[in-house]
């Protein structure tokens, strides 16, 4: 009898620290895949269709000095301190430096380099 009031209790015990588990597990579930959807992002490639048509450019500073540069409008002068970093149609997402990504509003499905450029940057507002 008094053994199986105590596993009664026990039993209470376990279902109601599984039921108050559940939340915290799916909570982190959840922000893991956020974290590896983040991380499984790929980069926007020069070579896309749509990176073209923009004349997105991975890297703005390098393809400025580059004498065959796949994007020569970013070489003039009013240009020079453009890059989506600071670009209002950026958010950033992970990095520092020349390692910083982010995603672009224009952008679907790929990561666009901090470093980059593109013919629609867009001056944030002051
Ligand atoms: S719109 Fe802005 S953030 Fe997007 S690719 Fe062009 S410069 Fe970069």
């Known amino acids: 009898m008094m053994k199986g009031s105590i596993n009664r209790r026990n039993f209470i015990k376990c279902v109601a620290a599984s039921a108050a588990a559940i939340p915290v597990l799916q909570g982190i579930s959840m922000l893991g895949l956020k974290v590896a959807q983040a991380a499984e992002k790929p980069m ?49 997402e992970s990095g520092e430096g020349t390692k910083e990504v982010g995603k672009c509003m224009i952008v679907q499905g790929k990561s666009v380099a901090g470093g980059g450029w593109c013919m629609s940057w867009v001056k944030k507002p002051a």
Do not use: M, W
């Open 44 to 92: 926007l490639p020069e070579s896309d269709p749509f990176a073209k048509s923009i004349k997105y450019c991975a890297e703005a500073d390098k393809a400025a000095k580059a004498k065959n540069s796949a994007c020569p409008v970013r070489k003039e002068k009013d240009r020079a301190t453009q890059y989506c970093r600071n670009c209002q149609l950026y958010t950033k």
